[in-house]
């Protein structure tokens, strides 16, 4: 009886984890979307949910955004059907359609109950948002940033927008933010999710590279001296702390 009693808990336990992953909407009304997504029938949510969005009834309701933005990610996180050339953009669409709900949810009805959305969905964003800037398309990274600071504010995400803004043609937010991040930057650091320390580490990169650009050397040898001591591991910023800097400064 007692191995019974244990078998049973385990797969409650079991399909509570396995629940979690296929979670729907929480306080929704929408019974057929909620079952095409905890079944992982995420294809099919999608057209019904981007359908209803069509129609005058549904067309400015949060929840029927909120199934899309999660069914539409959960296709870019399969390695198969994010191959599809319809699902090229299916990241951007679920970026897109989390921030039309959240704009219409004017009442509180489904967030902050449904934050767990956001995070999941900015959390795949940060590596994609990273490589437009390695890239030099600073300008979509920006964009993104902008969706972001809709759904969530991070300071993390907001250091990042001015170290971003100093090569996308606003030095003006560059400055403001580095005032406002670079004297509390350890509470900012020990304050962060693990998945932002990389965008505080990129973010000093890009403050570096427009340091050096413009010639404050001794300001940025001495922001690496510190970065480096808060992301020692980061091979991006091991190889700025390397720079010859007595060599680069003016006679």
């Not at 385990?10 to 399909?15: E, K, R, S």
């Not at 403001?176 to 505080?200: G, H, T, W, Y």
């Amino acid at each position: 009886m007692k191995k019974q009693i244990t078998l049973g808990l385990l797969l409650f336990l079991l399909n509570g984890i396995i629940g979690s992953a296929n979670a729907q909407v929480v306080g929704g009304y929408f019974d057929k979307l909620a079952e095409l997504y905890e079944q992982g029938q995420y294809e099919d949510c999608a057209f019904k949910s981007d359908r209803m969005t069509l129609r005058g009834k549904y067309s400015s309701d949060p929840e029927v955004y909120l199934y899309l933005a999660m069914s539409y990610h959960q296709i870019y996180l399969d390695t198969v059907l994010n191959k599809y050339p319809e699902y090229e953009k299916a990241y951007e669409l679920a970026l897109k359609n989390l921030v039309k709900a959240k704009r219409y949810d004017k009442v509180g009805e489904y967030f902050p109950n449904n934050d767990f959305a956001i995070h999941d969905i900015v959390k795949s964003g940060i590596p994609i948002m990273l490589a437009y800037t390695w890239d030099g398309k600073h300008s979509k990274a920006a964009s993104m940033m902008r969706s972001f600071a809709r759904l969530k504010e991070d300071q993390s995400l907001y250091f990042y927008s001015g170290a971003v803004g100093f090569f996308n043609y606003d030095k003006k937010l560059g400055n403001e933010v580095v005032d406002s991040i670079l004297p509390n930057f350890p509470q900012v650091v020990k304050k962060a999710r693990p998945e932002m320390k990389p965008v505080l580490a990129d973010g000093i990169r890009l403050y570096f590279d427009y340091l050096m650009e413009d010639y404050y050397i001794d300001s940025a040898e001495n922001l690496i001296e510190i970065a480096t001591d808060f992301f020692p591991e980061d091979t991006a910023l091991l190889r700025r702390s390397f720079m010859p800097f007595d060599s680069l400064r003016y006679e």
